[in-house]
């Protein structure tokens, strides 16, 4: 039997699970990366920062690295003049998969009109 929201979480949530998770998305740009990479599952350096108005090429760089070094994106460097550096989900990312879809459909409840 299903219980409320409240009875769930406190049952299988701890606050210390929640923490370390935010502790790797956190920032303003994470989340929108990990999204985009969803969508289109393999995404050059470029293609990111063309999908994301208003990032610099700077911040995209320490938030691709920070992912990676977090295990949720893969870095695919290929040996090749002009370089070329693909970006992708790790299995660790793909498991966001569920947390994404929750976090917009609570968005998306939140802007409809009454």
């Not at 990479?37 to 350096?45: A, C, G, I, Q």
């Not at 994301?52 to 090429?57: A, C, R, S, V, Y």
Request: contains cysteine.
């Amino acid at each position: 039997m299903m219980g409320t929201a409240e009875e769930v979480c406190a049952s299988s949530c701890t606050v210390d699970y929640v923490q370390a998770g935010l502790r790797v998305l956190e920032g303003r740009w994470k989340l929108v990366i990990v999204s985009h990479l969803f969508r289109n599952s393999l995404l050059r350096f470029s293609e990111l920062e063309r999908l994301i108005p208003g990032i610099t090429q700077k911040m995209l760089i320490q938030q691709l690295r920070a992912l990676e070094a977090d295990g949720v994106v893969e870095r695919i460097a290929h040996p090749v003049v002009p370089p070329h550096v693909e970006y992708r989900l790790t299995p660790d990312g793909l498991g966001l998969e569920g947390a994404l879809i929750a976090l917009d459909d609570w968005a998306r409840t939140r802007h409809q009109p009454a």
